[in-house]
């Protein structure tokens, strides 16, 4: 089971030709009112990928809050660790070049309100995979990660966005996952932050595949689909989530990670960071397609089980 301490927003998508400088308007298409939020996202990635995925964080009561929860909900991803706040539900304003390239800001709103003590320690088994990233307060998403360290499950952090790490944090990690520009504000080179991971730090380059630094010093390097892509909005969580759901599943990291390149490029074939999520069956012909894949990859792949869907709440 995978557990997702994290944001949950609605995005406002604005598409445009080119994305403006500093003062500068652009006239752009039809808005869309989507959800999102890297947490939500990274959830729904895991889910469609077949795992079974629980949501931890906060929303508020307004009309933003259903966007937000709805498509979760309908997935089957369990939103009773999903509390509601006064605070308006976060909002993301999101523009879109026409070469699929973004620009993000977050109103964070409820995310604020995300709370690490609502997660009961039942939740916290060994076969439990905790999953954070930077868009609920970062102390929060460490006291979560130190009762999780303790309790033996296995830990991920996409550092996004990037913020500075207390070299405490990195010992509490499994799996930090950050592109090349979190990976740049990193205070070690990435062989050194890899040597302090239970496993590795994955960097994560687009179009150039993603590299996993593993602790023993080996480096593993995955390919990217070759695609031209309409949004790389949610491309980052959904390699993110399918990562989790495969290493949740037992693959080895190598199988994970494919499964994640594959999922990550076609997320990037429509506009909005969810509406393009693949699902398992769309994942295991995906990876067939990346380079040097080998044929028994599409079985492993589609080896995340099944689950039943699980009861919405909030
Ligand atoms: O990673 C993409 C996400 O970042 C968007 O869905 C937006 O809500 C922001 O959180």
């Not at 699929?100 to 009961?120: F, K, M, Q, Y």
């Not at 309790?151 to 990037?162: D, E, I, Q, Y």
């Not at 090349?180 to 496993?199: D, N, Q, S, Y």
Request: aromatic share 2%; with cysteine; net charge neutral.
């Amino acid at each position: 089971m995978i557990l997702v301490f994290g944001s949950l927003n609605v995005d406002l998508l604005v598409p445009v030709g080119r994305l403006p400088s500093p003062g500068e308007t652009v006239l752009g298409g039809d808005y869309g009112l989507l959800p999102g939020g890297k947490g939500a996202n990274q959830a729904l990635a895991a889910r469609r990928a077949g795992a079974m995925v629980a949501m931890a964080g906060a929303v508020g009561t307004d009309a933003f809050a259903e966007v937000a929860l709805a498509r979760l909900r309908d997935a089957g991803v369990d939103l009773d660790l999903v509390r509601r706040t006064a605070r308006p539900t976060g909002c993301a304003a999101i523009m879109v070049g026409a070469d699929g390239e973004n620009l993000i800001a977050v109103a964070s709103g409820a995310n604020h309100d995300a709370r690490a003590a609502d997660i009961p320690d039942a939740v916290l088994r060994p076969q439990t995979l905790v999953l954070c990233q930077m868009e609920v307060p970062a102390e929060e998403s460490w006291s979560l990660l130190r009762r999780a360290h303790q309790a033996g499950c296995r830990t991920m952090l996409n550092l996004a966005p990037a913020t500075p790490l207390d070299p405490e944090v990195l010992g509490l990690l499994d799996i930090l996952v950050a592109n090349e520009g979190e990976a740049a504000t990193l205070a070690a080179a990435p062989a050194t932050v890899a040597a302090r991971l239970g496993v590795g730090l994955i960097v994560t380059r687009g179009a150039a595949g993603v590299i996993a630094y593993r602790r023993d010093g080996s480096r593993l390097d995955t390919p990217a689909l070759a695609i031209n892509p309409v949004d790389t909005t949610g491309a980052g969580d959904t390699f993110t989530g399918v990562l989790a759901a495969g290493l949740d599943a037992d693959l080895s990291l190598a199988d994970a990670m494919r499964c994640g390149s594959a999922a990550a490029g076609l997320a990037c074939l429509g506009p909005g960071a969810q509406n393009a999520m693949p699902d398992q069956a769309a994942i295991s012909a995906a990876v067939l397609r990346l380079p040097r894949a080998r044929p028994s990859l599409r079985r492993e792949c589609a080896g995340i089980p099944r689950v039943p869907r699980g009861t919405g709440g909030a």
